[in-house]
């Protein structure tokens, strides 16, 4: 494998480019991404899938020095045990099988199925295992695989031989059996890595390992047409490869968790109801190493269970905390039972909203099934046998410390706060210190909007007040809020916001261990702050990203990390505000923070997907530039480096060979003054052909800000319905994408200002035909087309996807992926009105491009789809009408089903072509498709698309 440097990557071959071809809609299946990258612990190996956008991946796995140990056709969902000697995956089946199945139709039993895949790391030995529906290792001492296979196909009874005379007649019917219906386990092989020894489980369900790998907990189904097989929850002892029964015979069970050592296990678990119950109630089981088998902890009737409260069906409510002495589990009210008596012809269905409800009846029928699973967190204690109460249903949250260890927890409430969160869009809250030992609460800080940073035990909560823009700190041992960081007197919020709400804090980097401190970050650089107040705030970066224009942020290359060690070493990412470039840094706590080289703290280039082996100092990162996708590479981290070697790494993989085939584009930062005066920034997509002298049509694609991602690569895909600019740019089309900033109240305003100002800049350097511009977005970059078009005639064709058109109407309409009013985000988020529609209609109006219609001239095309979860799709229907009476050209694409991005890829291909041939058409002067010349009527709908000329 050569190291080739990063930076050569991007200098581009000269010759021959003129042969190279535009890109096509058929090149988008075979280009490619890294989908999976994991790092052994031992930093030796590396793992990584390349897929297509359509069709079968390719798994790789590789040794630090790029050799290759292994390739898996169609491997995906790898692990490598934590003594980095096996990799396990599972491996798809062949693309062209799974579609042909779906073509036919065939049954989920009757579809390919995957396989699995066991390497050895070290000779790079492979054995594989078909039919395999899923497979676990452990997360730590991983000696053995778990693998669960799919059901074993039934052979197809015999058919009697064509005029066989001695064929028997049809057996009569069988009698109608009223058992309930069994879903019956399949078998699960026990294999131990090393030595190859197996064990195999009939019928099991459900399967996992303690995070020591010492048990096996199994839970095995019944079978159907034997009663006598129960079932049953079963550990398996991995090191004398005993099992033992931990309960048998109940309907259903689920929820399951043992403790760090795998000698304690919970679970939830219900015996008395039949499948078809209304009404279920399980009970808290608990299981210790020597005991014969589960028993009841908690039912409805344990004391201290809150009235009308039984044991919550959630999964993710049961846990043990880190020494094992805790255990939790959710409660949850008692329902009524659903009506059935009444006929469902006759059984009315209304919704009945009402004022004083916390949240809309849209929200609550969208999060229906997350109420009916909330769970709020308690407490078993195990020497009074009893319920502790920890969390209520006046909570939002509670944090747990010390990883449930901790002598005091953290509440947040927002009950009698919430009605507001319809125009606000977030709640203030009252948080209230807790004692996880006997449940009592004491409130700490009443009414604040921010957010609140628990320390490691406990000791300590942080919150940060949005209104005062200050971080204070609660100090659990004398119950007193101090101000926080008060010495640092640079701001520590975002000092760029420009909505109309208050700006979020830049945010925590992480605490230090025995909460002795925590790093906070202002707009380039971090600062180690003393909670106790005792210490001077240190700049650890030493306001070299200040000073430079470099903002560093830590990179969590630990997943299980909850504080920061005091001589930990921290890898930083680097990124230059002025160059856009990136880059990484290493730092050692307690050292002197300097960089000898600031030239060399970035690279043009952006870094993304960093992972470090666990136990060495090995990282893999990708690097990528908008003429060159993401690739994969690995290399030594030296404490306290500047990552020089991020130039010289292993490139371990790059896909996309293909892609020099292709007249591709560059990108480059471009600025100018824009109507306001500010200096903006944005950034000019050219083909790789470019020549200066030549004029070429331009298309202006914006969103909000941009900018910062300069080395950003984008692939030939279909497009959810935004502008996909290799594709344009490959066919001779500049790309413009401008910054936007906004003034409250003036949001159309501002787009005007940087839009058409830039477009303008960039007409004036000579290499753009004036009259060949067109303008594309989505959501809101929709309505800003949509606005714009209403202030000027300079572009020739626009493309406005999901736009809002009236503000007044869209004001008080759903967004209905949420359920959510959108009267916050006029009020106080992106819209940014900055007042009710009542207080200042006049705003509402100016900015809504409805009333200003009349003004247009620009061809436009509107996508608006009817299961548009975002923006209602009424408005599309507002601006579309609105022009056609009007007299003005407006086309409207809806794709029956879709979401607010389209989702479906038949459908992202579609737009893609008539987004090509729209602009084509406007803007090179190519013959209009049949959609666009005379569209497509609903009789000819699934006959002519109308994509033909």
């Given at each position: 494998?050569?190291?080739?440097?990063?930076?050569?990557?991007?200098?581009?071959?000269?010759?021959?480019?003129?042969?190279?071809?535009?890109?096509?809609?058929?090149?988008?299946?075979?280009?490619?991404?890294?989908?999976?990258?994991?790092?052994?612990?031992?930093?030796?190996?590396?793992?990584?899938?390349?897929?297509?956008?359509?069709?079968?991946?390719?798994?790789?796995?590789?040794?630090?020095?790029?050799?290759?140990?292994?390739?898996?056709?169609?491997?995906?969902?790898?692990?490598?045990?934590?003594?980095?000697?096996?990799?396990?995956?599972?491996?798809?089946?062949?693309?062209?099988?799974?579609?042909?199945?779906?073509?036919?139709?065939?049954?989920?039993?009757?579809?390919?199925?995957?396989?699995?895949?066991?390497?050895?790391?070290?000779?790079?030995?492979?054995?594989?295992?078909?039919?395999?529906?899923?497979?676990?290792?452990?997360?730590?001492?991983?000696?053995?695989?778990?693998?669960?296979?799919?059901?074993?196909?039934?052979?197809?009874?015999?058919?009697?031989?064509?005029?066989?005379?001695?064929?028997?007649?049809?057996?009569?019917?069988?009698?109608?059996?009223?058992?309930?219906?069994?879903?019956?386990?399949?078998?699960?092989?026990?294999?131990?890595?090393?030595?190859?020894?197996?064990?195999?489980?009939?019928?099991?369900?459900?399967?996992?390992?303690?995070?020591?790998?010492?048990?096996?907990?199994?839970?095995?189904?019944?079978?159907?047409?034997?009663?006598?097989?129960?079932?049953?929850?079963?550990?398996?002892?991995?090191?004398?490869?005993?099992?033992?029964?931990?309960?048998?015979?109940?309907?259903?069970?689920?929820?399951?968790?043992?403790?760090?050592?795998?000698?304690?296990?919970?679970?939830?678990?219900?015996?008395?109801?039949?499948?078809?119950?209304?009404?279920?109630?399980?009970?808290?089981?608990?299981?210790?190493?020597?005991?014969?088998?589960?028993?009841?902890?908690?039912?409805?009737?344990?004391?201290?269970?809150?009235?009308?409260?039984?044991?919550?069906?959630?999964?993710?409510?049961?846990?043990?905390?880190?020494?094992?002495?805790?255990?939790?589990?959710?409660?949850?009210?008692?329902?009524?039972?659903?009506?059935?008596?009444?006929?469902?012809?006759?059984?009315?269905?209304?919704?009945?909203?009402?004022?004083?409800?916390?949240?809309?009846?849209?929200?609550?029928?969208?999060?229906?099934?997350?109420?009916?699973?909330?769970?709020?967190?308690?407490?078993?204690?195990?020497?009074?046998?009893?319920?502790?109460?920890?969390?209520?249903?006046?909570?939002?949250?509670?944090?747990?410390?010390?990883?449930?260890?901790?002598?005091?927890?953290?509440?947040?409430?927002?009950?009698?706060?919430?009605?507001?969160?319809?125009?606000?869009?977030?709640?203030?809250?009252?948080?209230?210190?807790?004692?996880?030992?006997?449940?009592?609460?004491?409130?700490?800080?009443?009414?604040?909007?921010?957010?609140?940073?628990?320390?490691?035990?406990?000791?300590?909560?942080?919150?940060?007040?949005?209104?005062?823009?200050?971080?204070?700190?609660?100090?659990?041992?004398?119950?007193?809020?101090?101000?926080?960081?008060?010495?640092?007197k640079l701001p520590l919020y975002d000092v760029e916001n420009d909505v109309p709400d208050e700006p979020n804090p830049y945010g925590i980097a992480g605490w230090l261990e025995n909460d002795q401190a925590l790093l906070i970050y202002d707009q380039f650089d971090i600062w180690q702050v003393d909670p106790a107040g005792k210490k001077a705030s240190v700049n650890i970066t030493n306001g070299l990203g200040r000073k430079n224009q470099?903002?560093?942020?830590?990179?969590?290359?630990?997943?299980?990390?909850?504080?920061?060690?005091?001589?930990?070493?921290?890898?930083?990412?680097?990124?230059?505000?002025?160059?856009?470039?990136?880059?990484?840094?290493?730092?050692?706590?307690?050292?002197?923070?300097?960089?000898?080289?600031?030239?060399?703290?970035?690279?043009?280039?952006?870094?993304?997907?960093?992972?470090?082996?666990?136990?060495?100092?090995?990282?893999?990162?990708?690097?990528?530039?908008?003429?060159?996708?993401?690739?994969?590479?690995?290399?030594?981290?030296?404490?306290?480096?500047?990552?020089?070697?991020?130039?010289?790494?292993?490139?371990?993989?790059?896909?996309?060979?293909?892609?020099?085939?292709?007249?591709?584009?560059?990108?480059?930062?471009?600025?100018?003054?824009?109507?306001?005066?500010?200096?903006?920034?944005?950034?000019?997509?050219?083909?790789?052909?470019?020549?200066?002298?030549?004029?070429?049509?331009?298309?202006?694609?914006?969103?909000?800000?941009?900018?910062?991602?300069?080395?950003?690569?984008?692939?030939?895909?279909?497009?959810?319905?935004?502008?996909?600019?290799?594709?344009?740019?490959?066919?001779?089309?500049?790309?413009?994408?401008?910054?936007?900033?906004?003034?409250?109240?003036?949001?159309?305003?501002?787009?005007?200002?940087?839009?058409?100002?830039?477009?303008?800049?960039?007409?004036?350097?000579?290499?753009?035909?004036?009259?060949?511009?067109?303008?594309?977005?989505?959501?809101?970059?929709?309505?800003?087309?949509?606005?714009?078009?209403?202030?000027?005639?300079?572009?020739?064709?626009?493309?406005?996807?999901?736009?809002?058109?009236?503000?007044?109407?869209?004001?008080?309409?759903?967004?209905?992926?949420?359920?959510?009013?959108?009267?916050?985000?006029?009020?106080?988020?992106?819209?940014?009105?900055?007042?009710?529609?009542?207080?200042?209609?006049?705003?509402?109006?100016?900015?809504?491009?409805?009333?200003?219609?009349?003004?247009?001239?620009?061809?436009?095309?509107?996508?608006?789809?009817?299961?548009?979860?975002?923006?209602?799709?009424?408005?599309?229907?507002?601006?579309?009408?609105?022009?056609?009476?009007?007299?003005?050209?407006?086309?409207?694409?809806?794709?029956?089903?879709?979401?607010?991005?389209?989702?479906?890829?038949?459908?992202?291909?579609?737009?893609?072509?008539?987004?090509?041939?729209?602009?084509?058409?406007?803007?090179?002067?190519?013959?209009?498709?049949?959609?666009?010349?005379?569209?497509?009527?609903?009789?000819?709908?699934?006959?002519?698309?109308?994509?033909?000329?």
């Open positions: 494998m050569k190291f080739l440097p990063i930076i050569g990557l991007l200098v581009l071959s000269i010759p021959g480019i003129a042969q190279k071809k535009p890109l096509d809609h058929s090149v988008y299946d075979g280009w490619q991404n890294i989908a999976e990258r994991i790092v052994s612990d031992n930093g030796a190996f590396v793992a990584f899938t390349i897929v297509p956008q359509e069709g079968d991946g390719q798994l790789y796995i590789k040794r630090k020095d790029g050799s290759t140990v292994a390739e898996i056709a169609r491997g995906y969902n790898a692990n490598i045990s934590d003594n980095s000697q096996f990799l396990i995956c599972r491996i798809k089946a062949p693309f062209k099988e799974t579609r042909e199945a779906r073509i036919k139709k065939k049954r989920p039993e009757e579809m390919p199925k995957d396989s699995l895949a066991i390497v050895n790391l070290s000779t790079g030995s492979i054995q594989k295992m078909a039919g395999v529906k899923s497979f676990k290792i452990a997360d730590e001492n991983a000696s053995h695989v778990a693998i669960l296979f799919e059901k074993k196909p039934v052979a197809p009874a015999p058919k009697p031989a064509q005029g066989d005379s001695s064929a028997r007649p049809a057996a009569p019917a069988a009698p109608r059996n009223n058992a309930e219906p069994v879903e019956e386990g399949t078998d699960l092989m026990v294999m131990n890595l090393q030595s190859g020894d197996t064990m195999v489980f009939p019928l099991v369900s459900e399967y996992f390992f303690s995070k020591k790998g010492n048990v096996l907990l199994m839970e095995t189904s019944k079978k159907a047409n034997d009663n006598k097989v129960k079932s049953a929850i079963v550990k398996l002892d991995l090191t004398n490869k005993t099992t033992r029964t931990v309960l048998a015979g109940f309907n259903d069970a689920k929820a399951y968790r043992m403790d760090e050592s795998g000698g304690q296990l919970a679970f939830i678990a219900e015996r008395d109801s039949s499948a078809k119950s209304l009404q279920k109630f399980y009970k808290l089981y608990y299981h210790k190493d020597g005991a014969d088998s589960a028993t009841v902890i908690v039912d409805r009737n344990t004391a201290g269970m809150p009235a009308k409260y039984t044991v919550s069906e959630n999964a993710q409510a049961i846990s043990f905390s880190k020494s094992g002495n805790r255990l939790f589990f959710g409660t949850a009210p008692v329902l009524p039972v659903k009506d059935t008596l009444t006929p469902e012809f006759e059984r009315v269905s209304v919704d009945v909203w009402h004022y004083n409800d916390d949240y809309l009846q849209p929200v609550q029928l969208k999060n229906l099934q997350q109420e009916l699973n909330k769970a709020y967190l308690a407490r078993f204690d195990f020497e009074k046998k009893s319920v502790v109460q920890i969390g209520s249903p006046a909570f939002r949250s509670v944090m747990q410390t010390h990883e449930g260890d901790g002598a005091v927890f953290y509440g947040m409430a927002d009950e009698g706060k919430r009605i507001a969160t319809q125009w606000l869009g977030g709640a203030y809250m009252d948080i209230y210190a807790i004692d996880p030992v006997t449940g009592s609460r004491k409130i700490i800080q009443k009414n604040i909007k921010g957010n609140a940073y628990p320390s490691y035990t406990g000791k300590y909560l942080v919150m940060y007040n949005d209104l005062a823009r200050k971080y204070s700190v609660y100090s659990s041992d004398n119950q007193q809020i101090t101000a926080l960081a008060a010495d640092i470099l903002v560093f942020r830590n990179i969590n290359l630990n997943r299980e990390e909850r504080f920061i060690k005091n001589d930990q070493q921290l890898l930083l990412n680097v990124f230059n505000r002025k160059n856009k470039g990136s880059g990484l840094k290493a730092h050692s706590m307690g050292s002197v923070f300097q960089i000898s080289d600031i030239a060399a703290a970035t690279l043009p280039l952006r870094i993304s997907a960093v992972t470090k082996a666990k136990d060495a100092d090995i990282i893999s990162f990708g690097t990528e530039t908008f003429e060159r996708s993401t690739n994969i590479a690995v290399s030594s981290l030296l404490a306290n480096s500047l990552m020089k070697e991020v130039q010289s790494a292993t490139i371990l993989h790059q896909p996309n060979p293909q892609q020099s085939q292709y007249n591709w584009g560059t990108a480059e930062l471009f600025t100018w003054k824009a109507y306001t005066g500010k200096v903006a920034e944005g950034i000019i997509y050219k083909p790789e052909d470019f020549d200066p002298k030549k004029k070429y049509p331009m298309i202006a694609y914006f969103y909000e800000r941009s900018s910062d991602g300069l080395y950003g690569y984008s692939a030939p895909a279909p497009t959810p319905s935004r502008l996909n600019i290799p594709f344009f740019v490959s066919r001779g089309y500049i790309v413009f994408v401008p910054d936007i900033w906004y003034k409250t109240g003036y949001p159309g305003q501002g787009a005007y200002d940087y839009i058409v100002s830039g477009t303008r800049a960039v007409v004036a350097k000579g290499y753009v035909d004036s009259t060949k511009l067109g303008l594309q977005g989505q959501s809101w970059g929709g309505y800003q087309i949509a606005h714009v078009i209403t202030r000027t005639p300079l572009y020739a064709a626009a493309w406005a996807g999901a736009p809002v058109a009236n503000m007044t109407s869209a004001y008080g309409g759903i967004r209905w992926g949420t359920g959510l009013n959108r009267q916050f985000q006029y009020e106080k988020t992106q819209s940014r009105i900055g007042a009710n529609l009542w207080e200042k209609p006049n705003l509402y109006i100016e900015n809504s491009p409805l009333f200003h219609f009349p003004k247009v001239k620009t061809p436009v095309v509107v996508m608006a789809n009817d299961a548009d979860g975002a923006v209602p799709w009424y408005q599309g229907i507002e601006m579309f009408t609105a022009l056609r009476r009007l007299g003005k050209q407006v086309w409207m694409l809806n794709y029956n089903n879709e979401d607010h991005n389209l989702v479906e890829r038949k459908n992202r291909k579609d737009i893609q072509i008539r987004e090509q041939q729209f602009f084509d058409y406007l803007l090179k002067g190519e013959k209009p498709a049949k959609w666009i010349a005379e569209g497509v009527p609903a009789i000819m709908k699934g006959r002519d698309w109308g994509l033909g000329y």
